[in-house]
């Protein structure tokens, strides 16, 4: 329980400005993403690390819960201050502190937003790939702790393959400097991986070098129709076997296809379900040929493909794609948002198996999804106003999440466990590993004051 006299501490190390108290205030901290929702007694931007430092000193002496914040987009539940307490706002510190075209590497402080920095990266005809779909609000400190992915990473691969440097703030307020400015670095274990993608449980980061690449000379957009889902998805088993690896290949069933049949300039089949959506990237040439060889093979059993003229035609695409969220979101009054990932020659079943499951509970459901990694977002709209509707919803998820993993999947591809997921991480991890877990948790934060009550079912000291 925070008292007076702990806020007017909190003024003194970081500023009155910097500290929120009154409810109007504190309720804009209380939810993210998810139907979750829990208030904070404070919510403090610090401006940098020493401050940072600061708070988690004086919270770690006062046993007071932290949870750190960015944007506040995850769909875990990762940043709702379950236990109360102190919500550590990141978005104060949002400098990009230097781009080096010469050594490809970007330091940021944790608040940039991701698309501020994508924007100034391709100034300089740089390119960082991880792209969650949220690009426009989530945080570099956020995409860290969660280790994010998005359509970009079946090439190039999710934000742990670009993450050079951390600096981060420990539960006790002392700083470690881990990784560094080099693309190698052999030195000692791997410490920077254990932060990415902690989802705040193990320290607050506070400054990040990043790999980079130079940004791809051109691109593709294919729109892929298809009449039947199972036809979508052994097609991208398809084209991942046939020697090609596009930069992108996204899934969108009939829920967000009114949207694209606006947007296509050609008449598509009435019976059309699903569409793949695809980017092809690299130097013109190549993509070119390769563009010939995925229209080629989505030919075998799509209805309609076509090739976007240029890229205003393709960002029409790739908006649809990324607004799919909002749109599913707007439709009902509650949604339950999955992430798992199956092999990708499962995809095909995995859909399947699903679509029987939300027949059988009477759901409806969408599928959306980075299909090309096999990571998929199933969503079942419900309405939690009403229990019964809600409850069978609910039993919908567990049965897609226990099909995903009978088929060699995992429980979450790219949204981590958070709040959401942790009843189901006992039978998704070796109990052993979850031991190891508790044990580092316990290590590093002896006190249990960062981010508790997450990931597990239980925090390791309740
Ligand atoms: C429309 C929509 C689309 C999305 N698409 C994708 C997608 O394609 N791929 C994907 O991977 N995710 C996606 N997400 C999920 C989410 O946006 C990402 O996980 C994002 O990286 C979270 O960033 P954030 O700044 O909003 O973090 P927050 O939501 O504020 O926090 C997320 C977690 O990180 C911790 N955290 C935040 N900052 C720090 C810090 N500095 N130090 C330590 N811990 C910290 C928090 O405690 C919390 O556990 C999507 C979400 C939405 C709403």
Redesign the pocket.
């Known amino acids: 329980m925070i008292t007076q006299k702990h806020i007017d501490q909190l003024r003194r190390i970081i500023g009155k400005e910097n500290v929120l108290t009154t409810v109007e205030e504190l309720v804009a901290y209380s939810y993210?993403?998810t139907n979750w929702s829990h208030m904070p007694e404070v919510v403090v931007f610090p401006t940098d690390t020493e401050q940072i430092s600061g708070i988690l000193q004086f919270a770690n002496e006062n046993e007071i819960p932290v949870?750190?914040?960015?944007?506040?987009?995850?769909?875990?539940g990762?940043?709702i201050p379950i236990k109360g307490g102190i919500v550590l706002c990141?978005t104060r510190m949002n400098k990009i502190i230097d781009i080096n075209k010469n050594n490809l590497n970007a330091t940021v402080e944790?608040g940039v937003i991701?698309q501020d920095l994508q924007v100034a990266l391709a100034k300089e005809g740089l390119f960082f790939p991880p792209?969650?779909?949220?690009f426009a609000?989530?945080?570099m400190?956020?995409?860290?702790?969660?280790n994010?992915?998005?359509?970009s990473c079946l090439k190039y691969g999710v934000t742990k393959q670009y993450v050079l440097g951390l600096e981060?703030v420990l539960a006790d307020g002392r700083t470690v400097k881990l990784g560094g400015l080099t693309p190698k670095n052999r030195t000692g274990y791997e410490l920077m991986m254990l932060?990415t993608g902690?989802?705040?449980?193990l320290?607050?980061?506070?400054k990040i070098t990043l790999r980079l690449l130079p940004e791809p000379k051109t691109n593709k957009t294919i729109v892929a129709v298809f009449g039947d889902v199972a036809e979508a998805g052994e097609t991208v088993s398809d084209i991942i076997a046939g020697g090609v690896l596009p930069s992108k290949v996204e899934f969108v069933d009939n829920w967000t296809f009114e949207k694209f049949r606006g947007l296509l300039p050609d008449k598509i089949l009435d019976n059309s379900q699903v569409i793949l959506l695809i980017q092809v990237d690299g130097l013109p040439e190549t993509v070119a040929a390769e563009t010939a060889e995925i229209v080629g093979i989505c030919k075998n059993s799509a209805g309609h493909v076509r090739v976007a003229e240029d890229p205003a035609e393709a960002e029409k695409y790739w908006q649809a794609r990324?607004a799919h969220?909002?749109d599913i979101s707007s439709r009902t009054h509650t949604i339950v948002n999955e992430d798992v990932s199956v092999p990708r020659d499962r995809i095909a079943d995995f859909i399947r198996i699903s679509q029987e499951s939300a027949k059988k509970y009477d759901v409806p459901i969408s599928f959306a999804g980075?299909v090309g990694d096999g990571n998929f977002h199933p969503v079942v709209l419900s309405d939690n106003r009403d229990k019964e509707h809600f409850e069978r919803a609910l039993k919908c998820v567990d049965e897609i999440i226990e099909t995903a993993l009978s088929l060699g999947g995992v429980l979450s591809g790219?949204?981590?466990i958070?709040l959401e997921k942790q009843r189901f991480l006992k039978k998704a991890m070796d109990p052993v590993a979850i031991d190891i877990m508790k044990q580092i948790k316990g290590l590093l934060d002896p006190n249990n004051i960062l981010?508790p009550g997450?990931i597990w079912e239980e925090s390791p000291h309740e």
């Open positions: 993210d993403a949870t750190p914040r960015g944007g506040g987009t995850n769909v875990s990762g940043s990141t944790p991701l792209d969650p779909q949220s609000g989530c945080t400190g956020g995409v860290v702790a969660e994010s992915g998005g359509p981060v932060f902690s989802e705040g449980t320290g607050v980061i506070s990324s969220f909002s980075h790219e949204h981590g958070g981010n997450k």
